[in-house]
Protein backbone atom coordinates (compact mmCIF):
# COMPACT_ATOMS: atom_id res chain seq x y z
CA UNK A 1 0.00 0.00 0.00
CA UNK A 2 1.32 3.54 -1.02
CA UNK A 3 1.10 6.15 1.86
CA UNK A 4 0.91 9.71 0.36
CA UNK A 5 2.49 12.47 2.22
CA UNK A 6 0.49 15.61 3.42
CA UNK A 7 1.08 17.48 0.01
CA UNK A 8 0.26 14.69 -1.81
CA UNK A 9 -3.31 14.38 -0.06
CA UNK A 10 -3.97 17.46 -0.58
CA UNK A 11 -2.90 17.88 -3.51
CA UNK A 12 -0.59 20.11 -3.67
CA UNK A 13 3.35 19.83 -5.81
CA UNK A 14 6.08 18.37 -3.10
CA UNK A 15 8.00 21.79 -3.99
CA UNK A 16 7.71 24.90 -1.39
CA UNK A 17 5.38 27.67 -1.86
CA UNK A 18 7.72 29.77 -3.35
CA UNK A 19 8.55 27.75 -5.65
CA UNK A 20 5.15 26.99 -7.32
CA UNK A 21 4.71 30.66 -7.29
CA UNK A 22 7.68 31.11 -9.78
CA UNK A 23 6.65 28.02 -11.54
CA UNK A 24 3.47 30.12 -12.24
CA UNK A 25 5.34 32.39 -14.15
CA UNK A 26 5.90 30.71 -17.36
CA UNK A 27 2.40 28.29 -17.26
CA UNK A 28 -0.60 29.49 -18.40
CA UNK A 29 -4.25 28.08 -20.00
CA UNK A 30 -2.79 27.97 -23.32
CA UNK A 31 0.41 25.76 -22.17
CA UNK A 32 1.05 21.75 -23.50
CA UNK A 33 2.61 20.52 -20.47
CA UNK A 34 4.73 17.11 -19.64
CA UNK A 35 6.24 15.86 -16.26
CA UNK A 36 8.57 13.16 -15.64
CA UNK A 37 8.01 11.83 -12.86
CA UNK A 38 4.35 12.26 -10.67
CA UNK A 39 3.09 12.70 -7.24
CA UNK A 40 1.26 16.04 -6.16
CA UNK A 41 2.00 17.53 -8.98
CA UNK A 42 0.02 15.78 -11.01
CA UNK A 43 -2.95 16.77 -8.82
CA UNK A 44 -2.75 20.32 -9.09
CA UNK A 45 -0.65 21.29 -12.35
CA UNK A 46 -3.82 20.29 -14.83
CA UNK A 47 -6.05 23.02 -13.66
CA UNK A 48 -4.08 25.60 -15.02
CA UNK A 49 -2.93 24.27 -18.69
CA UNK A 50 -4.90 23.68 -21.47
CA UNK A 51 -3.04 19.63 -21.70
CA UNK A 52 -1.45 17.73 -19.19
CA UNK A 53 0.68 14.83 -19.64
CA UNK A 54 2.49 12.63 -17.07
CA UNK A 55 4.80 9.40 -17.27
CA UNK A 56 5.77 7.37 -14.10
CA UNK A 57 7.66 4.15 -13.99
CA UNK A 58 6.08 3.16 -10.14
CA UNK A 59 3.15 1.08 -10.70
CA UNK A 60 1.45 0.99 -6.95
CA UNK A 61 2.20 5.31 -6.72
CA UNK A 62 0.34 5.58 -10.33
CA UNK A 63 -2.36 3.35 -9.39
CA UNK A 64 -2.22 5.65 -6.41
CA UNK A 65 -2.32 8.95 -7.93
CA UNK A 66 -4.91 7.66 -10.79
CA UNK A 67 -7.27 6.71 -8.29
CA UNK A 68 -7.63 10.70 -7.80
CA UNK A 69 -7.23 11.94 -10.81
CA UNK A 70 -10.62 13.81 -12.61
CA UNK A 71 -9.21 15.80 -15.37
CA UNK A 72 -10.46 16.01 -18.64
CA UNK A 73 -6.92 17.44 -20.38
CA UNK A 74 -4.89 14.87 -17.91
CA UNK A 75 -2.79 11.85 -20.30
CA UNK A 76 -1.29 9.84 -17.58
CA UNK A 77 0.70 6.82 -18.17
CA UNK A 78 2.90 3.80 -16.49
CA UNK A 79 6.20 2.98 -17.87
CA UNK A 80 8.20 0.51 -15.97
CA UNK A 81 11.84 0.52 -15.60
CA UNK A 82 14.31 -1.22 -17.36
CA UNK A 83 15.93 -2.88 -14.95
CA UNK A 84 15.01 -3.86 -11.14
CA UNK A 85 11.70 -4.25 -9.82
CA UNK A 86 8.35 -2.00 -9.42
CA UNK A 87 10.59 0.68 -7.22
CA UNK A 88 13.63 -0.95 -6.33
CA UNK A 89 15.96 -0.35 -9.31
CA UNK A 90 19.72 -0.41 -8.78
CA UNK A 91 21.65 2.36 -8.51
CA UNK A 92 23.27 3.99 -11.62
CA UNK A 93 27.18 2.66 -10.88
CA UNK A 94 25.09 -0.81 -11.06
CA UNK A 95 23.18 0.23 -14.21
CA UNK A 96 23.28 -3.35 -16.39
CA UNK A 97 24.56 -1.49 -19.42
CA UNK A 98 27.48 -2.67 -21.76
CA UNK A 99 30.73 -1.42 -22.08
CA UNK A 100 29.29 -1.22 -25.77
CA UNK A 101 26.38 0.58 -25.71
CA UNK A 102 27.77 2.67 -22.85
CA UNK A 103 30.28 3.84 -25.86
CA UNK A 104 28.01 4.32 -28.16
CA UNK A 105 25.76 6.56 -26.20
CA UNK A 106 28.57 8.47 -24.87
CA UNK A 107 30.06 9.43 -28.73
CA UNK A 108 26.02 10.61 -29.44
CA UNK A 109 25.62 12.79 -25.96
CA UNK A 110 29.39 14.03 -24.42
CA UNK A 111 27.37 16.38 -22.57
CA UNK A 112 25.75 13.75 -20.61
CA UNK A 113 27.88 12.33 -17.36
CA UNK A 114 28.79 9.03 -16.88
CA UNK A 115 25.31 8.75 -14.35
CA UNK A 116 23.61 10.44 -16.67
CA UNK A 117 23.94 7.63 -19.26
CA UNK A 118 24.00 4.80 -16.93
CA UNK A 119 20.63 5.71 -15.05
CA UNK A 120 19.42 6.71 -18.58
CA UNK A 121 19.58 2.75 -19.55
CA UNK A 122 17.48 1.54 -16.37
CA UNK A 123 15.08 4.25 -17.34
CA UNK A 124 15.40 4.08 -20.95
CA UNK A 125 11.37 3.30 -22.18
CA UNK A 126 10.50 5.61 -19.57
CA UNK A 127 12.64 8.37 -21.28
CA UNK A 128 12.05 7.84 -24.58
CA UNK A 129 7.88 7.46 -23.76
CA UNK A 130 7.68 10.98 -25.22
CA UNK A 131 7.82 9.67 -28.56
CA UNK A 132 4.72 8.26 -28.36
CA UNK A 133 2.75 11.06 -26.87
CA UNK A 134 1.86 12.10 -30.33
CA UNK A 135 2.62 16.01 -29.34
CA UNK A 136 4.82 17.83 -31.35
CA UNK A 137 5.32 20.34 -29.12
CA UNK A 138 5.30 21.10 -25.51
CA UNK A 139 5.49 24.70 -23.59
CA UNK A 140 6.49 23.77 -20.50
CA UNK A 141 8.31 20.01 -19.17
CA UNK A 142 8.84 19.69 -15.11
CA UNK A 143 11.86 16.74 -14.76
CA UNK A 144 11.22 15.44 -11.26
CA UNK A 145 11.69 11.60 -11.75
CA UNK A 146 14.36 9.01 -12.27
CA UNK A 147 17.33 9.86 -14.99
CA UNK A 148 16.38 13.31 -14.97
CA UNK A 149 19.33 14.44 -17.02
CA UNK A 150 18.22 12.74 -20.19
CA UNK A 151 14.39 13.16 -19.65
CA UNK A 152 15.64 17.21 -19.82
CA UNK A 153 17.19 16.44 -22.92
CA UNK A 154 15.26 14.32 -24.81
CA UNK A 155 12.49 16.86 -24.93
CA UNK A 156 14.87 19.35 -26.54
CA UNK A 157 13.10 18.09 -29.84
CA UNK A 158 9.93 18.81 -28.11
CA UNK A 159 10.33 22.17 -27.09
CA UNK A 160 11.21 25.91 -28.64
CA UNK A 161 13.00 28.77 -28.01
CA UNK A 162 10.37 29.94 -25.36
CA UNK A 163 9.79 26.05 -24.18
CA UNK A 164 10.67 26.41 -20.22
CA UNK A 165 12.47 23.16 -18.62
CA UNK A 166 12.31 22.95 -14.86
CA UNK A 167 14.45 20.21 -13.19
CA UNK A 168 13.79 19.26 -9.62
CA UNK A 169 17.00 18.99 -7.47
CA UNK A 170 19.36 20.75 -9.57
CA UNK A 171 21.39 22.44 -7.38
CA UNK A 172 22.01 19.85 -5.12
CA UNK A 173 22.44 17.33 -7.67
CA UNK A 174 25.11 19.37 -9.86
CA UNK A 175 27.57 16.28 -10.46
CA UNK A 176 25.29 14.59 -12.35
CA UNK A 177 24.96 17.27 -15.03
CA UNK A 178 28.61 18.28 -14.46
CA UNK A 179 31.33 16.15 -15.12
CA UNK A 180 35.47 16.07 -14.65
CA UNK A 181 35.94 17.19 -18.54
CA UNK A 182 34.81 20.22 -20.27
CA UNK A 183 32.43 18.00 -22.76
CA UNK A 184 30.29 16.81 -19.84
CA UNK A 185 28.60 20.57 -19.26
CA UNK A 186 24.83 20.30 -19.53
CA UNK A 187 25.00 23.90 -20.64
CA UNK A 188 26.29 22.72 -24.10
CA UNK A 189 22.53 22.07 -24.44
CA UNK A 190 21.29 24.51 -22.21
CA UNK A 191 20.39 27.80 -20.53
CA UNK A 192 19.52 29.50 -17.53
CA UNK A 193 16.59 31.31 -17.12
CA UNK A 194 16.69 31.86 -13.30
CA UNK A 195 17.02 29.83 -9.94
CA UNK A 196 14.11 28.82 -7.77
CA UNK A 197 15.27 27.55 -4.53
CA UNK A 198 16.66 23.67 -5.44
CA UNK A 199 15.15 24.06 -9.03
CA UNK A 200 16.47 24.63 -12.34
CA UNK A 201 14.09 26.99 -15.05
CA UNK A 202 15.83 26.11 -18.18
CA UNK A 203 15.36 26.84 -21.74
CA UNK A 204 16.70 25.27 -25.27
CA UNK A 205 20.09 26.82 -25.77
CA UNK A 206 19.53 28.50 -29.43
CA UNK A 207 22.95 27.77 -32.19
Known sequence: MINLNHRQKNYLPEFDDDIISGMMKYINEDSIMLEFGSGGSTLFFPKFVKEFY???????FYNEIKSRMNFDNANYFLVEANQGIKDEVPSAKDSD??????NELKEIYPYHTEHNIRRYWQFRDFVDYVDELGVDKFDVVLVDGRARGFCATKVLDYIDENGIVFIDDFYTRLNEYFGPTEKENFWEVFEEVEKLGRMAVLKKKVR
Open 54 to 60: SLEFYDD
Open 97 to 102: ISDEKY
